[in-house]
């Protein structure tokens, strides 16, 4: 039972492991999603600025388009962008969930090791106090 118990121990640490892993490269494709919509959104907070500062000295209508259609392909980009976050979110929730899960399993092994562990040191305990009792009495016996 023991060498069950330690075995499959050994099995939830190494998945909590792998959990762990998938946790923190979920949280860092989600780190690099805000990132990279951060950067969307500054480029597209630049572009505006210049197309302020290039209408002020005057741009032709075909020049105000093509930079307009620009800023709309922007636009559609950081939707798209936008969309993909429950994506990354989700992805992290559902590893989060998981290692809690094999994390929860782990302790829950070390726990019955544990009072296993507990269990035969109290018989381990009780049968030395029989023995000391039983070498008492024939001790006392042979001084009689």
């Known amino acids: 039972m023991d060498n069950a118990l330690d075995f499959l121990l050994e099995q939830v640490k190494e998945q909590e492991s792998q959990a762990v892993l998938a946790l923190t490269q979920a949280r860092g494709e989600l780190e690099g999603y805000y990132r990279q919509v951060e950067q969307i959104e500054q480029y597209r907070l630049d572009y505006c600025k210049q197309l302020v500062e290039r209408g002020q000295s005057g741009l032709s209508a075909s020049a105000y388009g093509h930079l307009n259609r620009f800023l709309t392909q922007l636009d559609e980009t950081l939707a798209k962008q936008k969309e993909a976050e429950g994506h990354f979110t989700s992805q ?44 008492s009495t024939l001790q006392y016996a042979r001084r009689k």
């Open 92 to 135: 992290v929730t559902n590893c989060e969930e998981h290692w809690m899960e094999v994390r929860k399993q782990r302790r829950s092994y070390e726990w019955m090791i544990e009072k296993k562990k507990k269990e035969k040191q109290k018989l381990d305990d009780q049968r030395e106090q029989r023995q000391m009792d039983e070498f």
